[in-house]
């Protein structure tokens, strides 16, 4: 009599194992479990080691050394990556579908088979005749790019082994499976299986992989959160499918700085970068007009000048609506109550958007009184001269403006740009040595600095 096989049922998102259904996770999470067949064989498994002949050593005794690394020849990549891809390491990229990973990807495996040799581009996704399309297309067909369409992990490391690539891609990591587990494709078991196998073969190699990976329907990468821990850099994709401007934004990154921003601009000859994305953002301000300011964000360890836009309109039905594109709403409700309690604007039966032109997601709190003060222009009807004035500051509670943190790097951002004018905290202005010409204006409350802005000629 066949032995019968056990099931187990595992969380998509944490990987928790459980004998019965659940419909709520230990984590959190509804609907995420999933059967799988147990292999407790597979289970016990002495996993490979990478190194043999690694011992333990002191600290002070260790020689420290510099990186290898390839230059994909993309300035915006090079910088996210902190300078090119180090050899050996795992990068996971993940972004909304359509939103061009397989599109950069492509053209940094194009210019890295010119300059270092054969690349493996790996796809379970699309067939080998849908990527020299899309190459074609994107001018990036390299005499050393091979393709090959396949999702068994298996067979992609006995290609590994005959062509000894010198970069790799994975597109996607959901679609590869291993045959000797019984689960699906894109599972937690699967996915944490080819990862690590994925992780054995780059670092006993020396060869940088680069793994794409898909995401939920939040925005939130999908799988279990292992993958992350795993890999030495995590880029995420941000902007909108419709718009023109795409921005790549390291969320993790062993060989560099976290939080590093690259901006791309799509055409139809694939993703170039913006090497002066302040100059594009405020490509379309417009002077002297009502409820528009420019700001300042430090993305990485790059200033970002962007314009901010707010519309105050009366409700017309029901509680007043708040909308924020760009910026945390949770932030824009607790500056309209500072507006409200200290400055005495009237906004309890007033609808509030505000928007940050080109799709820019902002971090941080510098942009706090540039919302502000665009808020108060739109309900009081004050334009404001926005080519030639800009405003970083942070807004506390009770209505005071707290400084932030490189606005230096800012304020010789916005010189650089052409601005004459800048409305910062005064704290900030009294500690900052600045020779570019420009005049800086130190508030220590929002009424001081909309005194400031909108004082009469």
């Known amino acids: ?43 016990y498994k002495k996993s490979p080691t990478l190194t043999s002949s690694s011992k333990p050593q002191f600290l002070k005794a260790i020689q420290s050394s510099t990186y290898d690394r390839l230059d994909t020849h993309i300035g915006e990549l090079n910088r996210v990556l902190g300078g090119g891809l180090v050899k050996g390491s795992l990068t996971l990229i993940s972004g909304e ?48 790019l091979m393709v090959v369409s396949e999702t068994n992990i298996d067979v992609i490391e006995n290609y590994i082994e005959e062509l000894n690539p010198v970069f790799i891609v994975i597109d996607s990591i959901q679609t590869l499976f291993k045959p000797d587990l019984t689960s699906a494709p894109g599972s937690v078991s699967q996915v944490r299986e080819c990862a690590n196998n994925l992780m054995r073969i780059g670092k006993t190699k020396d060869i940088p992989i680069f793994i794409v990976a898909h995401v ?67 490509e379309g301000l417009t002077p002297n007009v009502e409820g528009a300011i420019a700001i300042c964000s430090l993305e990485g360890t790059r200033p970002l000048l962007v314009e901010i836009q707010a519309l105050v309109a009366p409700t017309n039905l029901g509680f007043a609506r708040r909308t924020a594109i760009g910026i945390d709403l949770n932030r824009l409700n607790l500056i309209i109550a500072v507006l409200e309690k200290k400055v005495g604007l009237p906004l309890t039966n007033q609808d509030v958007y505000v928007n940050v032109v080109g799709g820019l997601k902002l971090e941080g709190t510098s942009s706090d009184l540039g919302v502000a003060l665009a808020i108060y222009s739109s309900m009081r009807g004050l334009p404001i001269p926005t080519t030639t004035t800009m405003a970083i500051g942070e807004i506390s509670l009770t209505g005071e403006l707290r400084p932030v943190s490189n606005g230096e790097k800012m304020i010789k951002e916005a010189a650089k740009m052409g601005f004459q004018k800048c409305i910062l905290p005064g704290k900030s202005g009294r500690k900052l040595q600045i020779n570019d010409p420009i005049q800086l204006f130190g508030a220590d409350s929002l009424k001081d600095a909309i005194a400031m802005l909108f004082k009469p000629e």
């Open 1 to 43: 009599m066949a032995k019968k096989s056990k099931t187990v049922f595992v969380c998509q998102s944490c990987g928790y194992e459980s004998p019965r259904w659940m419909g709520q996770c230990t984590c959190g999470t509804w609907n995420s479990m999933v059967e799988e067949i147990e292999d407790k064989g597979q289970a």
């Open 97 to 144: 579908p359509g939103i061009g990973k397989s599109t950069l990807i492509l053209q940094a495996s194009s210019t890295i088979g010119d300059q270092y040799g054969t690349v493996l581009y790996v796809s379970g996704e699309e067939s080998e005749e849908q990527i020299k399309m899309r190459a074609e297309r994107l001018r990036a067909v390299s005499d050393r």
């Open 216 to 282: 939920t329907k939040t925005g939130e990468l999908a799988g279990p959160r292992i993958l992350e821990h795993l890999v030495d850099t995590v880029l995420h994709f941000t902007g909108e499918r419709t718009a023109e401007f795409r921005m790549v934004r390291a969320v993790k990154n062993r060989f560099g700085t976290t939080s590093e921003v690259g901006v791309f601009e799509m055409k139809e000859e694939g993703l170039v970068e913006v090497g002066n994305p302040s100059a594009i953002f405020l």
